[in-house]
């Protein structure tokens, strides 16, 4: 991606003018020509533009490079997630008044879909979304056939809006495809689906054991790397616990505590 689309799509995010864009440093003109490719932006000028609106250049170029093989909605997922970790609200506005100028395909209707739950959580009215907004997720959820990246994120986000009898149906569909999930990001979702879908479970005293096993056994082939401890961890915890192997989950309980997972350890369903 050049510089000059790189501006574009990080002042759309931003929902700024060309202007404000711009700001003291360049006029509105000269910066408008730079968008269209028909002048050169100097780099110390390109840097105080970023500085301006808070954008560190190496993480302005390390987007230059990933966008070579990232399409619109990765951008947008991208921004959606790091706006939701940063706890920035005021940006997530920003990356739905973008998504709402585009053309409403699949995609772009996940991903609003996706921007009101974590509007939601940040807020903490989750509990008062309104109910056509609910209807609108779960329909996505019921209708999607071909599992990506942006429909399994939506429906990690949204696990809670479905009953027991619903996941089970969503589980069974996600794990009679989940040998084609190769990517990272792929399988990143798909560890917390697993997860989430399990404790929910437990929680639920979910009569679908095969279910419930098949979820586990995924969890326990995660390859065995570093960067995949948690989900080989959790997937034992659950195992023991289906098998009322309750020291054992103690001790992976008190393991995570041990290395400050508190916060999580207290949402955990415990027995």
Not at 42 to 67: G, Q, R, T
Not at 79 to 90: C, K, T
Not at 214 to 235: A, R, V, Y
């Amino acid at each position: 991606m050049k510089i000059a689309n790189g501006l574009k799509q990080i002042r759309k995010m931003l929902g700024l003018s060309q202007e404000k864009m711009a700001g003291n440093i360049l006029t509105k003109s000269y910066y408008s020509k730079i968008e269209r490719g028909e002048f050169e932006i100097k780099a110390c000028d390109l840097v105080k533009i970023l500085e301006l609106h808070d954008i560190k250049p190496s993480k302005f170029f390390s987007m230059l490079e990933k966008n070579n093989k990232k399409s619109k909605y990765d951008y947008y997922i991208d921004a959606l997630r790091e706006s939701y970790y940063e706890n920035d609200l005021i940006r997530i506005q920003k990356v739905v008044d973008s998504l709402k100028n585009e053309h409403h395909d699949r995609r772009i209707n996940i991903l609003l879909a996706l921007a009101v739950l974590l509007e939601a959580n940040l807020e903490g009215n989750r509990d008062r979304i309104p109910i056509s907004e609910i209807n609108t997720i779960k329909n996505l959820i019921f209708e999607t056939d071909n599992w990506d990246k942006y429909s399994l994120c939506l429906f990690s986000m949204s696990m809670n809006l479905f009953n027991i009898e619903e996941l089970n149906v969503i589980m069974r569909q996600i794990l009679d495809k989940c040998h084609h999930y190769a990517s990272n990001d792929l399988k990143k979702f798909m560890s917390a689906i697993l997860v989430n879908y399990l404790d929910y479970s437990f929680r639920f005293s979910n009569q679908n054991t095969e279910t419930v096993w098949q979820s586990i056994t995924q969890l326990k082939q995660t390859e065995p790397k570093p960067k995949n401890c948690f989900t080989l961890i959790m997937g034992k915890y659950y195992e023991s616990l289906l098998n009322k192997d309750y020291k054992r989950t103690h001790e992976i309980i008190n393991f995570l505590q041990q290395i400050g997972m508190n916060d999580f350890v207290k949402k955990m369903y415990k027995k």
